[in-house]
């Protein structure tokens, strides 16, 4: 991209205090805008054999959200992004954002009901969808299985669902096989009926305070919960992230993680802010990440998860890369395991972490400045301009530093509440400005943060917060099953599965196979339960289940085979 479109960003962008036809820095638009006039030429994106600058990510984006405008997006309107991660999902969240819509995240894993309830949950009503996922996952055919109007339905139709009576539009990328729904070439058909100048018109009205993504968080109920997150929020986090890890335009940062998760925003929006290359992942692959981070010199591995990490350092080929351009890697996990992996990266600061959706991801970070096994033991220290404090469960008093209590966060990084959810939303923020994390852990007298577990029924697989009633209840609907428990062990691979008891019907007979062949196709193949048992009685207090002896009674034995069940079923689909 040459100095007129570099020159073309610079003129877009305004200081935050200024108006007219410019673009707020602490919007997404704005930041990219930025970005590209900082280091238009330097690598913005890299995923497989394509690479964007931070110069063709904003005019790409720009022509983008020419084509949203053209297919009837506007501000407030909300775009669901149902795909792997690719170049096309990046160019729709900054297309989306920079018009002023919601760019609604959903989970690439989920199923069919979990669709079917939050696109209408999440009122979305221009829906995403990326072939890239074939033969892994289809989302057409998802689709069509829980909404049976799309059987025959055509582009040059419109869009009436029952189901969902706020979609107006689907599209797909990337599908080969397409012949009657919108394809890319059809949605970018679009943008000529929409000028340059009505589309960064558009972004020009966009303020840091307008909602930006709505990011799917699960919780104690069954249901998960759409977090609200402002361009505010998501510009100062990158912004604080860039700092912690000391990131400029020389920082190439590997991040697998899929684009749904908080785990990838932020880190992407770190890069906005310092000019550092992101390169990615459509799905996780050991050996591939390897030759990455060999390859492209990267300075900091944002892997996040035992399971990521340690499938590198098993992997084959790890102790023949030359990994020495790294500086920093992230993982949480016990201590021990994190040691190992300073171990693994000699000359590597392995940074720690604390965080949730609802306070724009991870607000707690190791300091690079600490000493290494301090980074191992604590979850680090809050960024600048936040708070967080352990609170007594019953009292809601402030506990003294290093006794445990539920932690909450109060600043600028909370998040907007819960998309058409007020009783919940009231549930976690305070009056006086607190956000109630529903987790277990201590501060102490430097404000370092340690995290110690879930006071909610959480689940935490592969990275993924899971509500256990959300498993329970759909156990619940085979036919068999009269009551479902379900609690969290641990896994070598997965860092928690859920383990399942069952008490049948009167009368019923089923086998641990066949209730776990009921979640497949039904529910994300990463919630369908490891261990099944069945009971007759239950370990209870005057009222309840008491989970905690279930879990004392756990015995690891005859694990499920989950890939085996869902195998067969990809391959029919």
Not at 120 to 141: E, K, M, S
Not at 225 to 238: F, P
Not at 448 to 469: F, H, P, Q, T, W
Request: a negative charge.
């Amino acid at each position: 991209m040459g100095a007129t479109a570099l020159n073309s960003a610079a003129e877009l962008v305004a200081a935050p205090q200024g108006s007219g036809a410019m673009l707020h820095l602490q919007t997404v638009g704005g930041a990219l805008a930025a970005a590209a006039t900082r280091w238009g030429d330097r690598d913005a994106y890299l995923i497989g054999e394509q690479r964007l600058t931070y110069a063709q990510l904003f005019e790409n984006a720009i022509d983008w959200a020419r084509a949203l405008i053209g297919l009837g997006v506007g501000p407030g309107d909300h775009v669901g992004l149902l795909m792997p991660n690719s170049v096309e999902y990046l160019l729709l969240f900054h297309a989306a954002t920079m018009i002023g819509a919601r760019a609604v995240t959903i989970n690439a894993r989920y199923r069919d009901d979990d669709l079917l309830y939050v696109i209408d949950n999440a009122d979305v009503g221009f829906l995403f969808i990326g072939g890239q996922a074939l033969p892994h996952t289809d989302y057409r055919a998802m689709l069509a299985r829980v909404y049976p109007e799309l059987a025959e339905w055509r582009k040059c139709e419109p869009l009436q669902l029952a189901a969902a009576p706020k979609l107006r539009s689907i599209v797909n990328l990337a599908d080969p096989r397409e012949d009657a729904w919108p394809q890319e070439a059809d949605f970018l058909a679009g943008a000529n009926s929409v000028s340059r100048g009505d589309a960064l018109t558009c972004a020009a009205s966009v303020g840091p305070g307008d909602t930006c993504i709505m990011m799917f968080s699960s919780g104690t109920t069954s249901r998960p919960k759409a977090c609200m997150l402002s361009h505010l929020n998501i510009s100062l986090a990158g912004q604080a992230l860039a700092k912690r890890f000391r990131m400029s335009e020389r920082d190439r940062i590997f991040n697998p993680m899929p684009f749904f998760h908080m785990s990838t925003m932020l880190p992407l929006a770190a890069c906005r802010a310092s000019g550092a290359a992101f390169l990615g992942q459509m799905h996780f692959n050991a050996g591939l990440a390897l030759e990455t981070i060999e390859c492209e010199r990267v300075t900091i591995s944002y892997t996040s998860f035992p399971t990521i990490n340690s499938a590198m350092t098993d992997h084959a080929d790890f102790p023949r890369r030359d990994l020495s351009s790294l500086r920093v890697l992230h993982s949480v996990g016990p201590a021990d395991l994190l040691r190992r992996y300073v171990r693994a990266f000699p000359g590597t600061y392995i940074v720690n972490a604390y965080g949730l959706t609802e306070a724009t991801g991870v607000p707690v970070w190791s300091d690079l400045d600490d000493p290494q096994d301090l980074s191992l033991v604590t979850s680090g220290k809050p960024f600048e301009g936040l708070d967080v404090k352990a609170f007594d469960i019953e009292t809601h008093a402030i506990l003294p530093p290093g006794e445990n209590g539920e932690l909450w966060i109060r600043g600028w990084s909370l998040f907007q509440g819960y998309y058409r959810d007020e009783k919940r939303t009231a549930e976690a923020l305070t009056g006086d400005g607190w956000l109630r994390t529903g987790d277990i852990g201590s501060v102490d007298e430097s404000g370092r943060v340690s995290y110690a577990g879930r006071l909610k029924d959480m689940l935490k697989i592969g990275g993924e917060n899971v509500a256990a009633i959300e498993i329970e209840n759909y156990l619940c609907t085979h036919p068999a099953v009269q009551i479902a428990q379900v609690i969290a062990v641990p896994d070598e691979h997965l860092f928690e599965v859920a383990a399942a008891f069952i008490e049948l019907r009167p009368g019923a007979a089923a086998t641990a196979e066949e209730i776990a062949r009921h979640c497949v196709g039904k529910i994300a193949s990463f919630k369908i339960p490891r261990y099944i048992s069945f009971v007759s009685e239950w370990p209870m207090s005057a009222t309840k289940i008491q989970k905690f002896r279930l879990a004392q009674d756990f015995r690891p034995d005859g694990k499920i085979d989950v890939r085996a069940l869902v195998a067969p079923e990809q391959r029919a689909s």
